[in-house]
């Protein structure tokens, strides 16, 4: 994620017990790449079925302490599980927590998470996040996301099929009127390298105009879905090029869906 050495040994640890119903999501599955600006401090476990959270909870906890692990719990309530795991010096947070079935793609088999929520899921999630909550990592990672995977306008057309309440104008304005922080909040994040609040803000409203130009060019009809290119992959739609008619629409489902792609 730069992952820490301490958050790779617990999710190398804990990837067997992993499947489709339990997988991590989250900002540890946000900022896996070494170029990615930030570390998560916590690693999320999300579950389909809330009942299934303090079962999953309690078996990685065994787990865990068969490995050495000190599990010492901080709140234990039906959809939600939050322990630190510590050995030594080192600690880690972890989250065990219900989440919504709904979503584009479906979860998928990782070497290293064991299974892991698609990054167009993840991406979709942290805006929907970012709308509900200032907090300063969930806006380092969506300037992140606009610049590298898909940009500010196509995640939040692409959001509102997962919360049909919001626009795509109304979840913008929801998730600027959160951006407002101070640089002392910035630095206490665990940064891969130091980052400018001005920097970090310009990128926003560079994003957040393409998004406002982006949006009332796209079909109304089509609001809540992912843009496909040729080979599959989610991306920014360009209402005006050529090809944009023969792109695919992908629409979150209930488990998620693969796009079938038409043949020449």
Known sequence: MPLTPVQKSILTLLAAQRSEGSHIAGGTA????????????????FHDVADAVSTSAINDELVLQNAGWKVVWLIRQPSLYRADVR???DSVRLDWCFDSAFRFFPI???PEFGFVL????????????????????????????DQTELSL???????????????????????NR?????QEELDREHLRTPLDL??????????FERAERLIPTLPESEIGCLYLDPSGIPTTPEPLA?????????????????????TP
Not at 118 to 145: C, M, P, Q, Y
Not at 178 to 182: Q, S
């Open 178 to 182: 959160r951006v407002h922080f101070r």
């Open 242 to 262: 050529p090809a944009f008619p023969a792109w695919g629409r992908h629409h979150g489902t209930l488990g998620g869906a693969w796009p079938r792609l038409a």
């Open 118 to 145: 698609h990054r167009a899921d993840l991406a979709t999630n942290k805006l929907l996040a970012l709308a509900g909550r200032s907090e300063i990592r969930d806006f380092i990672d969506i300037v992140h996301l």
């Open 30 to 45: 946000i900022n896996r790449s070494d170029s990615s600006p930030r570390f998560s401090e916590d690693v999320d476990i």
């Open 153 to 175: 306008g196509a995640l939040a057309w692409a959001a509102c099929g997962k919360d049909q309440g919001f626009s795509p104008q109304s979840l913008l304005a929801m998730a």
């Open 87 to 89: 050995r030594g010096k």
């Open 198 to 207: 001005r920097d970090l803000k310009a990128k926003w409203i560079a994003a």
């Open 108 to 110: 998928q088999p990782d």
